[in-house]
Nanobody, 121 residues
Framework: QVQLVESGGGLAQTGGSLRLSCAAS????????TGWFRQAPGKEREFVVA????????PYVDSVKGRFTISRDKAKNTVYLQMNSLKPEDTAVYYC??????????????WGQGTQVTVSS
């Protein structure tokens, strides 16, 4: 089993920044890659970006390219999502998920509880 805990969400103004963290724990946590997803009210969950267990990053969803950056600290089993130049349309619950294979169409085995990001205009 792998447990994922997101943190770092909150309220930001348009143009502001937030950094989300996804801390993984469990004996096999390092065996998985991590993806970030988001779900806005009334919309389907959307893949944002992922990083494989070997550190390879997937392409970002077009709407966040140039603004969001995924990174990780292997020693801490933590993956980050740095979000800059935030827009109101970035408002969503952000989830991280762990999977043996990552990408927009992959099946993820474990999910975090989500963290709310709200961007005010």
């Amino acid at each position: 089993q792998v447990q994922l805990v997101e943190s770092g969400g909150g309220l930001a103004q348009t143009g502001g920044s937030l950094r989300l963290s996804c801390a993984a724990s469990g004996r096999t946590a390092s065996s998985y890659g991590t993806g970030w997803f988001r779900q806005a009210p009334g919309k389907e969950r959307e893949f944002v970006v992922a990083i494989s267990r070997s550190g390879i990053k997937t392409p970002y969803v077009d709407s966040v390219k140039g603004r969001f950056t995924i990174s990780r600290d292997k020693a801490k089993n933590t993956v980050y999502l740095q979000m800059n130049s935030l827009k109101p349309e970035d408002t969503a619950v952000y989830y991280c998920a762990a999977g043996a294979v990552v990408g927009p169409g992959a099946v993820y085995d474990f999910w975090g509880q989500g963290t709310q990001v709200t961007v005010s205009s």
